[in-house]
């Protein structure tokens, strides 16, 4: 019987390999942080151990090694490109296309961003849980209580939507609590004027939860713009890693069928083709 897409169907004589599984290649952005590679391979390190057999690979946009230039180059065979990015953008629409054409010798396909989706929201709520913030935010505590969802910032319309889905669903997660969006860059609010319209509208608690997959530069400037909590980074957080397959798996049922697309986020994933100009995330 055939395995369904994205699960391993063992080779034989290789128990818990697969043949002809197409290795997932994890795209992170890249930073000259150095708390930040150790957490991306921490969190493939979770997702290796939830898939034993895939073949998981890293591959940076840049500031960081291996390239994804390099992984690629190194591979035979087919790929899934899946970029720890959090919300649509130029990285996901433009560079890693332009990164498959440049590795002909593959057959890629390239999965949606992280976010929005359901388990994004998980992970950030978890975070919240760890730092503290959420028992301010119990039932029937008064509501002064917010949270800005902290987020890298793009000039990408979609990008910006993502964002404000991912804080749709997160204040879902904590019951209708306020949850507003404020950027690092290239869009606005910042997080601190999200702070100011949240302070203006009467919450005195205010939690920042950072939407990073790893510890970087804007991740530490949004924490240092909370005025009470800040989460930490998202990291291995065991929702990621889940979010991580998830992406993949879709990314090859999308390539059985081109109609397929995220239910949750709106996003669909495609196979990426050599002669087409873009890729449709």
């Known amino acids: 019987m055939a395995s369904a897409p994205g699960r391993l169907a063992p080779a034989p ?8 599984t197409p290795v997932l290649v994890a795209v992170a952005h ?12 921490a969190l493939l390190a979770r997702v290796r151990a939830l898939r034993p057999g895939l073949s998981v690979r890293l591959g940076h946009l840049g500031l960081a090694r291996p390239l ?20 649509p953008g130029h990285h996901v629409t433009h560079d890693l296309p332009a990164a498959l054409a440049a590795a002909p010798h593959l057959d890629g396909r390239i999965a949606a961003p992280l976010g ?19 028992r301010y ?4 505590r008064p509501a002064h209580t917010a949270v800005v969802l902290a987020a890298a910032g793009s000039r990408a319309p979609r990008s910006a939507a993502g964002t ?12 209708g609590l306020p949850v507003v969006p404020g950027y690092a860059s290239a869009a606005a609010p910042t997080v601190p004027g999200a702070v100011r319209a949240l302070t203006a509208r009467g919450h005195r608690r205010i939690a ?15 924490a240092a713009d909370a005025p009470d909590t800040a989460a930490a980074p998202l990291g291995d957080h065991p929702a990621l890693a889940r979010l991580l397959l998830h992406r993949y798996d879709e990314a090859l049922a999308a390539g059985e069928s081109p109609a397929a697309g995220d239910v949750a986020g709106g996003y669909g994933s495609a196979r990426y083709s050599p002669r087409a100009a873009t890729v449709a995330v």
């Open 208 to 222: 920042v939860a950072g939407c990073f997959t790893a510890p970087g530069r804007f991740a530490a400037r949004c």
């Open 68 to 87: 994804l230039a390099d992984t690629l180059d190194g591979l035979r065979g087919g790929a899934v490109l899946v970029p720890l990015l959090l919300a």
């Open 137 to 140: 935010a119990a039932p029937g």
């Open 164 to 175: 404000e889905a991912v804080a749709a669903l997160l204040s879902a997660r904590l019951g």
């Open 13 to 20: 004589g290789h128990p818990g390999r697969a043949q002809d």
């Open 30 to 41: 890249g930073s000259r942080d150095p708390e930040a590679l150790p957490a991306v391979r």
């Open 116 to 134: 929005p989706h359901p388990l994004l929201a998980e992970a950030l709520h978890g975070r919240l849980t760890e730092a503290g913030f959420t």
